[in-house]
């Protein structure tokens, strides 16, 4: 049986310039959760967040069609003027997927939330 979940908490996070965003997911992340996926990021970009946080600590799987999703949500942030994605997992599967298709030169990652948002912090 599979699962995915996107957690209820999501928001624009309280920060100075208003503009960090973090979504946290879990399950697996395949075609069936993609587009329930890119529509949280794309919403995320239209209420201001430029600096984007997607928590996959409790990801088991992603296929290309996420991989997709991502690539395409670093292409919206450009468009949008400016931004980052950074991802936080330390599932070594999930991990082993940003290295093969190169999205870890394009998408900062991270093994805590907290390293994530720290890490644009002091990128300020």
């Keep these: 049986m599979r699962s995915f979940f996107i957690s209820d908490n999501t928001a624009i996070e309280d920060t100075t310039d208003g503009d960090l965003a973090i979504v946290a997911m879990g399950g697996e992340l395949d075609y069936e959760a993609s587009p329930q996926l890119r529509a949280r990021l794309v919403g995320a970009i239209k209420a201001g967040g430029r600096r984007l ?4 600590s409790d ?3 992603i296929d290309s069609t996420a991989i997709g999703v991502l690539a395409g949500t670093v ?4 468009e949008a003027g400016g931004g980052s994605l950074a991802v936080v997992s330390t599932n070594d599967k999930v991990l082993q997927i940003f290295e093969i298709t190169g999205l870890d030169s394009v998408i900062s990652l991270h093994s805590s939330r ?7 912090s002091l990128a300020g």
């Design 114 to 120: 907290e390293e994530a948002v720290s890490a644009f």
């Design 59 to 61: 990801v088991t799987f």
């Design 75 to 78: 292409a919206r942030l450009d």
């Design 53 to 56: 946080v997607l928590d996959l």
